[in-house]
């Protein structure tokens, strides 16, 4: 399980990663930036199982590679943690 702290890392790591990533490829869907700033509020918490499930079967709907499915790794962390 991922401490707050690894949280919050990886988040602002994938953060800068997509960044990039859609600069150089302008096709990627704008509800990409809507899920990825929905992470990134809820890695600042506070804790919400709920919207941590939500937000990762959000997530099914894109493919973006081994950044992306890291990121869904961590929502499901999240989602996994007792209330």
């Known amino acids: ?9 990886v988040a602002t790591r994938l953060e800068s990663y997509f960044d990039w990533y859609v600069r150089v490829d302008p096709e990627v869907p704008s509800a ?5 700033s929905r992470f990134s509020a809820l890695v600042e918490g506070p804790s919400n199982v709920a919207a ?3 937000l990762l079967d959000e997530t099914r709907a ?4 081994s950044p992306w499915e890291e990121l869904r790794l961590t929502l499901s962390q999240l989602a996994a943690q007792p209330a």
Do not use: H, N
Not at 1 to 9: A, E, F, T
Not at 62 to 65: T, V
């Open 62 to 65: 894109f493919s973006l590679g």
């Open 1 to 9: 399980m991922l401490q707050p702290d690894s949280v919050r890392s």
């Open 32 to 36: 990409v930036w809507s899920l990825l």
């Open 52 to 54: 941590a499930q939500q």
